[in-house]
């Protein structure tokens, strides 16, 4: 059956935009999953502490890519409900978005201030527990820092600094905690702004669909 140039115009803008979708959806989980990754190697010395925008956007990444999926099952095989439960993921979707980017605005200073206290009880540790000597030596040496705040942090645990702060006769002078929030914070920052971008793209793509839904319905129902 020919397609009239409307129905042309908005099946290749439904291609189009789903193309997008997908595209964000592995952005999505390449980011989280990269967070989450870093993060997770020092498990240990940072308590666990974890960032909930890095879990969630894998969560919504697979969320989009199934409704990528979805969305182009019902354009090679339109049912009625079929794209009602894409419309359905996709709205999910977009509230899952704006509300973990909030969120995660909100308790960002909360992380940092974790990371820290963290990272000084690690300091404290560093010569009782293998785990800690082992996680904060990668820590340091990855990141070219020494101690929480600063190398002076092993000085006041009454310890020497140990090999992993010291370049040649130097000590790092940057503090860790904040060289891994600073290195966190660039992708909570694009996954932030990512997600009220393509929120916002997303809502008017599911006003269009909503109303090309109805528009659909209406015409069914005038030929019978």
């Given at each position: 059956m020919d397609l009239t140039l409307s129905q042309q115009f908005w099946t290749k803008l439904f291609i189009l935009l789903n193309c997008l979708f997908g595209l964000f959806g592995i952005v999505l989980l390449g980011l989280g999953i990269k967070g989450y990754d870093i993060l997770n190697k020092f498990n240990i010395i940072l308590q666990g502490t974890m960032p909930i925008i890095f879990p969630i956007a894998i969560f919504i990444g697979c969320l989009l890519?199934?409704?990528?999926?979805?969305?182009?099952?019902?354009?090679?095989?339109?049912k009625q409900f079929i794209v009602i439960?894409?419309?359905?993921?996709?709205?999910?979707?977009?509230?899952?978005?704006?509300?973990?980017?909030?969120?995660?605005?909100?308790?960002?200073?909360?992380?940092?201030?974790?990371?820290?206290?963290?990272?000084?009880?690690?300091?404290?540790?560093?010569?009782?527990?293998?785990?800690?000597?082992?996680?904060?030596?990668?820590?340091?040496?990855?990141?070219?820092?020494?101690?929480?705040?600063?190398?002076?942090?092993?000085?006041?645990?009454?310890?020497?600094?140990?090999?992993?702060?010291?370049?040649?006769?130097?000590?790092?002078?940057r503090g860790c905690s904040k060289a891994i929030n600073n290195h966190i914070q660039r992708y909570i920052i694009?996954?932030?702004?990512?997600?009220?971008?393509?929120?916002?793209?997303?809502?008017?793509?599911?006003?269009?669909?909503?109303?090309?839904?109805k528009r659909s319905y209406y015409k069914k129902n005038s030929l019978i």
């Open positions: 890519l199934l409704s990528t999926l979805i969305g182009f099952i019902g354009l090679w095989k339109p439960m894409h419309i359905a993921i996709i709205f999910i979707v977009v509230l899952s978005e704006i509300c973990i980017a909030s969120i995660t605005i909100s308790s960002i200073d909360q992380f940092h201030s974790t990371v820290n206290s963290s990272l000084l009880q690690a300091v404290k540790r560093f010569y009782s527990n293998h785990q800690y000597e082992e996680q904060m030596d990668r820590l340091q040496s990855r990141f070219r820092c020494c101690g929480a705040m600063s190398y002076m942090d092993y000085d006041k645990a009454n310890s020497i600094p140990p090999f992993s702060c010291i370049v040649g006769y130097l000590v790092y002078s694009v996954l932030i702004v990512l997600c009220y971008v393509f929120a916002f793209i997303k809502i008017i793509y599911v006003f269009i669909s909503v109303y090309l839904l």
